[in-house]
């Protein structure tokens, strides 16, 4: 199995799992993809592991999960 990390990939591998991780999102999103793709910008750049980018969305949205259900709201938060 190939690696993810930044030692063990090129940018363009790393530009490759970005895209098919997040899968054709064009269609399906409300404008949210581009938001989504610059999140992993410095994964791609190979500044940061893919591990710190996840780890530092899920401290940055913790507040969310500790304080109940959120009310749907039909978006995604990264469309304009």
Known sequence: MPGILISETTKEERERI???S???IDGLCDGCSAGVIEMY???I???KELREINQ???R??????ESGPVEETGGC????
């Open 60 to 65: 940055s949205h913790s507040h969310w999960m």
């Open 45 to 47: 750049d190979g500044k």
């Open 18 to 20: 970005v895209a098919e």
């Open 77 to 80: 938060g990264y469309a304009q």
């Open 41 to 43: 910008q410095p994964y």
């Open 56 to 58: 530092e969305y899920v």
């Open 22 to 24: 997040i899968g054709n």
